[in-house]
């Protein structure tokens, strides 16, 4: 049973699209099980179609309170794990979504400029500190893109700045097994922090602010 004196995780990954059928940001939460779930107090797992819609469907029904949410996306590229520091609000890509539309060098919030950024009041710098004692190779990103991982990321953050964006690579770079220990051994550390107020707490009330505050 959950204790729901403490946070609660909402876990997501995208699902197939071109020529990805198996990626690993929904093979991870997926995999997990009933006993981890219980144990680090997962409350939602969700994989999402590589759509708009299916971001902004996830987003109006996951509950926020006392939450940290974590999505994961797949970076073809990457060598290593990679944290994301900020989110822009813009939507601007070339590829199809997995509906075949394309949106191209459009606001995400109508009311405020293009490429404004927002951050996570996870203090993002010590987690990643903490996973490269733990020996993983993870690095800090102010590129998180403008396809759907960004626009995931910007609207989760102003529902709830408690969330955190990770990248990862294919398994062919960084196998499955290393890959699950590196989620669960994040979740854990993300716990620890928000459970004894090791959060950045002048943030925590200042959600009217973060159009204000720069990734430096």
Sequence with gaps: MQNNNFKHINLSGFGEWGKTERNPSALLIQQLSQQQKQELNIQSIQVLKVTKEACDEYLSQIDNKNAINIHIGLFNELQNFQLEICAYNKLDYELSDFNGCKIRRVKIDQEIDMDEQIKSTLNITQIISQLQQLGYQVNKSYNPGRFLC???????????????????????????????????????????????????????????????????
């Design 150 to 216: 960004n626009y995931l990321y910007y609207q989760s953050l102003k529902q709830n700045p408690q969330t955190i964006f990770i990248h990862v690579p294919q398994y062919q770079t960084i196998s499955e097994e290393q890959q699950m220990k590196f989620l669960l051994d994040l979740i854990q550390i993300l716990l620890k922090i928000s459970n004894t107020n090791d959060i950045q707490k002048s943030n925590w009330n200042q959600t009217e602010n973060y159009y204000s505050q720069k990734c430096d």
